[in-house]
């Protein structure tokens, strides 16, 4: 429980949406690089913030004491290029017990709640992420990984992250898996 809610403020301490990335999610998007920059409606640009940084997996570990396990998490995020605010962040955290690696998502304000996400990799079968909280920093999504997915995970190329906005207007945000294998090693 300390992991979650260490994991939970580091997600909190990266990046607070604001009043404008929560706009961004209003309009039909594909991915980050899609996102309008938060400007006057007359200003705003056609193709904006399309040099959206890819994040790598980072890794951190952690104990609560000298005398309990260590605990590790990797994750990535994705930013608008223009503002730094956060878009999504994706975590993969492997508990001391169960050794069972879990999937956070931190995800944007505004959410159509009752479809929750979907989490695909490459073209293969997606998996349904039910969103757990909201709260004024975001939306919280957990949900076991099975053995399936993190095949994917490791082999695959890109995972997706797709939601619905309250208008019910589908958002997929595309996250790179060029070094998840090799920092999953570093947190099983």
């Not at 996400?117 to 076991?144: H, I, L, M, Y």
Request: proline content about 9%; some cysteine.
């Amino acid at each position: 429980m300390y992991i979650r809610s260490r994991l939970l403020v580091i997600l909190a301490a990266t990046a607070l949406l604001t009043g404008a990335a929560q706009a961004q999610f209003g309009k039909k998007q594909t991915s980050p690089a899609a996102a309008p920059a938060p400007a006057p409606a007359a200003a705003q640009q056609d193709d904006p913030a399309a040099d959206a940084p890819q994040g790598r997996w980072t890794v951190q570990c952690v104990s609560q004491g000298r005398a309990m396990p260590i605990e590790c998490a990797m994750e990535q995020s994705a930013v608008l290029a223009k503002t730094g605010q956060l878009v999504i962040q994706v975590g993969v955290r492997v508990p001391a017990d169960p050794r069972q690696p879990s999937l956070l998502l931190h995800l944007p304000l505004g959410l159509n709640l009752p479809n929750g996400t979907k989490v695909q990799v490459d073209e293969g079968k997606s998996f349904d992420v039910p969103v757990q909280t909201c709260e004024n920093r975001g939306c919280f999504a957990t949900a076991p990984i099975v053995p399936e997915l993190l095949a994917e995970l490791k082999t695959g190329k890109q995972v997706k992250i797709s939601f619905q906005n309250m208008a019910k207007e589908p958002i997929t945000i595309p996250m790179q898996l060029n070094d998840f294998a090799a920092s999953f090693e570093k947190i099983k």
